[in-house]
């Protein structure tokens, strides 16, 4: 009668500390995309304009995933406006760590031509010492629809699913 009632009480047990034990999504800073490798066009108006939206775009996309808690970037925006997000350090680190992110996410446009374009998002764990995972796609059209699709495209093709590998970037670097 014993080994029953323990029996039972593991069965009820279980599903509760199984269900209690999912992780919360990690925090992540996603700051707004910049311009990289423009060449000698500089950037145009629809360029930086283009920015702002894709950006957001970005972060709608990876919440609606499940794979991270954004948080608002607002409070370093005066100090993320001076700096070169890929070439500073590791600023962006120190600026979502400022902030209580868990994850640094940056990404970066570069214009091959008015053709060709990359979309690049550099995902960083700041719980680990894994390197920096880079992700990018290549999307033809200098638009907001082929940025649009493109930026969509990353999230669900590119970056890995939630937990992948056991980090909070989801996978192995590439």
């Known amino acids: 009668m014993k080994l029953y009632a323990c029996w039972m009480l593991a069965t009820v047990a279980m599903p509760l500390t199984v269900q209690g034990a999912r992780a919360e999504p990690p925090k992540a800073a996603v700051f707004n995309f910049q311009l990289a490798n423009l060449g000698a066009q500089g950037p145009t108006e629809a360029d ?19 794979r991270y808690e954004i948080v608002s970037t607002a409070p370093v925006k005066a100090d993320v406006a001076k700096a070169d997000l890929r070439a500073c350090g590791g600023c962006a680190d120190d600026f979502a760590r400022k902030i209580g992110a868990d994850v640094a996410i940056t990404g970066e446009i570069q214009k091959v031509s008015n053709l060709i374009l990359n979309i690049n998002v550099y995902v960083k764990d700041l719980r680990s010492k894994a390197p920096e995972q880079a992700y990018s796609v290549d999307i033809r059209g200098d638009n907001d629809t082929s940025f649009d699709h493109g930026v969509k495209y990353l999230v669900k093709n590119r970056l890995p699913p939630p937990g992948h590998d056991g980090d909070a970037t989801g996978g192995a670097p590439r």
Do not use: M
């Open 48 to 66: 930086v304009a283009r920015l702002g939206p894709i950006s957001d775009l970005l972060r709608e996309q990876l919440k609606d995933t499940g």
